[in-house]
């Protein structure tokens, strides 16, 4: 379980196939304190740590994963939005997040607003994939408030500290980014349609 608070900003510095699945080894101010069999979001991907080498720790992504995710357009020196699982003790800060990518989204533009900026994205709705005005929204692991969600467009306001301490600063127009949509509302989503299948007539 994840808040969409960052952490760190990882470097790729290592990309190695092996069958289906690519190994990321990955450099960030984090990675001395990692360990192996450890969850970590990766753009908003939980993935296990399997190897820690100095300031340098590596993850496998599976096949599924990179269909469902941005993470086969990784490359080396790509930047990776970094966050540990969250302490039981600890305050959400954000919102609840899984690590489970629902899929992806296409930067439509980038507005610059003289002190922030404006992202705007292109999505596929859904019945179980709902943007709610205000609501919660997780692009590449980011906890973010969603801003006038029509159709299928919606986009976000970034504050200077995030989109320097994320990889927002890197995102262009024609770019994908990983999207989760809030857990409440995929629950409850869910909830409806089997509702109202159960319904008479």
Known sequence: MFTGIIESLGTVKQIR???????????SSI??????????????????????????????AIEETLKRSNLGQWQVGSLVNLERAMLSNGRLDGHIVQGHVDGTSLCTKVEDRDGSWNFHFRYTPSEEHLLVDKGSICINGVSLTVVSPVDDLFSVSIIPYTY???????????????????VIGKYIARYAQLYFKAMPG
């Open 17 to 27: 196939q092996e069958g289906s699945n690519v190994h990321f080894s990955i450099a």
């Open 31 to 60: 990675s001395p304190e990692l360990k192996i069999d450890q969850s970590v979001s990766h753009n908003g991907v939980c993935l296990t740590v399997v190897g820690t080498e100095g300031n340098v720790h590596v993850v496998t």
């Open 164 to 182: 320097e301490h994320t990889t927002f600063q890197s995102i262009r127009e024609g770019d994908l980014v990983n999207l989760e949509f809030d």
